[in-house]
């Protein structure tokens, strides 16, 4: 497993943006699919966006097309989620995720896949 921290999350007003990053411990975190999720109170666990190993593929949840997006450093052992044009729906606890080896993009939304998970950081979208 990897430990992963989060950071960058905060309150903004509708329609601005926020970056998130979270920091790896592992020197292998290259060889990781890293991913991240949100989980609104009272509500389910929810797929974000996910980057491959080397960075080339992402994919991103119906509800971020367009708006977020993700990217990797492996020589910092960093993923990072740009998030602009946020809504007052983005509001959520942000966990990056870990899932050792690669995949295909159509099972990076599947939570059980990741083995190591972050604290998670708050982001608050004020309407």
């Known amino acids: 497993q990897v430990q992963l921290v989060e950071s960058g999350g905060g309150l903004v007003q509708a329609g601005a943006s926020l970056r998130l990053s979270c920091a790896a411990s592992?020197?292998?975190?290259?060889?990781?699919?890293m991913g991240w999720f949100r989980q609104a109170p009272g509500k389910e666990r929810e797929f974000v966006a996910a980057?491959?190993?080397?960075?080339?593929?992402?994919y991103y949840g119906d509800s971020v097309k367009g708006r977020f997006t993700i990217s990797r450093d492996n020589a910092k052992n960093t993923v990072d989620l740009q998030m602009n044009s946020l809504k007052p729906e983005d509001t959520a606890v942000y966990y990056c995720?870990?899932?050792?080896?690669?995949?295909?993009?159509?099972?990076?939304?599947?939570?059980?896949?990741?083995?190591?998970w972050g604290q998670g950081t708050q982001v608050t979208v004020s309407s």
């Open positions: 592992r020197r292998t975190f290259s060889s990781y699919t």
């Open positions: 995720a870990a899932a050792p080896g690669a995949y295909g993009p159509n099972v990076y939304g599947t939570p059980g896949l990741y083995n190591s």
């Open positions: 980057v491959s190993w080397s960075g080339t593929t992402t």
